[in-house]
């Protein structure tokens, strides 16, 4: 036996609203990842995932180096599909493993460009790698600490939407106002975060850039985010590309909120709750 790399990765929102393709959010789900030098080729695990070389965390591990000889060990908290980007965390994982087996750099800062090539956006990815909420045109990036008191509800449904598929509904150009106000709702959105102000993020949860467009193709999570104040969030939204929700809650009101929600999806969506991280990527290298 070799050396071991033992990655953790957070799950990631998307967009939140009015980010479209700019902003995200760490959550508290995690991939964890130990690639071990065993001297045989393996991807151990038991999820519904390829066991060679086309699985997407060996896919990334391979853009640094060959992963012959290499034992994967995956085990994970974040759902596969809906949109809490565990493909960023396939991708992160997989670099951080590599770079790290071979003495070099894990700093979220150097893995960026590569993992931003390897997913073709960069909100889930820089969200993973960071930690945080962050703010990110692809090739500067500023993060946030999620304020204590906010938690996630997640409403996740059985039935998935194709990535390709949400993309293929926006339409190529939008109104001057429309994009005028999910500028100014990003704005307020970043600053009720970084203030711990509620009322302003409640406000600033609004879109009219990609979540209208996608509404017909999940029209059950469309009405959750028209009502989740009646769920007793202070608003919702589409998690990535969908059609996953994520209600904002106050931590006070997290579990009325999980009840509400769980009766009205039943049937058709798994509910869970996780906390906004401030922790991104977790490498820790051991030699044999």
Not at 51 to 67: K, W, Y
Not at 68 to 89: H, I, K, M, W, Y
Not at 105 to 115: F, K, M, N, R
């Given at each position: 036996?070799?050396?071991?790399?033992?990655?953790?990765?957070?799950?990631?929102?998307?967009?939140?609203?009015?980010?479209?393709?700019?902003?995200?959010?760490?959550?508290?789900?995690?991939?964890?990842?130990?690639?071990?030098?065993?001297?045989?080729?393996?991807?151990?695990?038991?999820?519904?995932?390829?066991?060679?070389?086309?699985?997407?965390?060996?896919?990334?591990?391979?853009?640094?180096?060959?992963?012959?000889?290499?034992?994967?060990?995956?085990?994970?908290?974040?759902?596969?599909?809906?949109?809490?980007?565990?493909?960023?965390?396939?991708?992160?994982?997989?670099?951080?493993?590599?770079?790290?087996?071979?003495?070099?750099?894990?700093?979220?800062?150097?893995?960026?460009?590569?993992?931003?090539?390897?997913?073709?956006?960069?909100d889930n990815v820089s969200a993973a790698l960071f930690g945080g909420v962050i703010l990110t045109d692809g090739n500067s990036t500023v993060r946030i600490d999620p304020p204590a008191g906010l938690d996630a509800v997640f409403v996740v449904p059985e039935e998935a939407v194709r990535t390709a598929a949400a993309r293929a509904v926006l339409p190529q150009h939008v109104p001057l106002e429309d994009a005028t106000a999910n500028v100014a709702w990003g704005a307020a959105l970043a600053i009720g975060l970084e203030r711990a102000d509620f009322d302003i993020v409640a406000h600033s949860l609004q879109d009219v850039l990609h979540q209208p467009h996608r509404a017909a193709l999940f029209p059950r999570s469309s009405e959750l985010i028209d009502d989740a104040g009646d769920l007793g969030a202070i608003g919702a939204t589409v998690s990535g590309a969908g059609p996953t929700v994520m209600l904002w809650v106050r931590s006070e009101d997290t579990e009325r909120v999980v009840a509400a929600a769980t009766e009205r999806s039943a049937g058709w969506a798994d509910v869970l709750t996780a906390p906004f991280s401030r922790e991104g990527l977790r490498v820790e290298v051991r030699e044999d």
């Open positions: 036996m070799g050396r071991s790399v033992s990655v953790s990765v957070p799950a990631s929102s998307a967009n939140l609203g009015p980010g479209f393709d700019c902003m995200a959010a760490a959550i508290g789900l995690w991939l964890h990842v130990e690639v071990e030098e065993t001297g045989t080729f393996a991807v151990e695990h038991d999820l519904p995932l390829p066991t060679g070389r086309d699985n997407a965390i060996v896919q990334a591990f391979e853009r640094l180096r060959s992963a012959d000889g290499c034992t994967f060990r995956v085990r994970t908290d974040v759902p596969l599909a809906g949109g809490l980007g565990s493909s960023a965390t396939a991708i992160v994982a997989g670099l951080a493993a590599a770079a790290a087996l071979d003495g070099g750099t894990t700093d979220p800062e150097a893995l960026l460009p590569i993992a931003i090539d390897i997913e073709g956006h960069a």
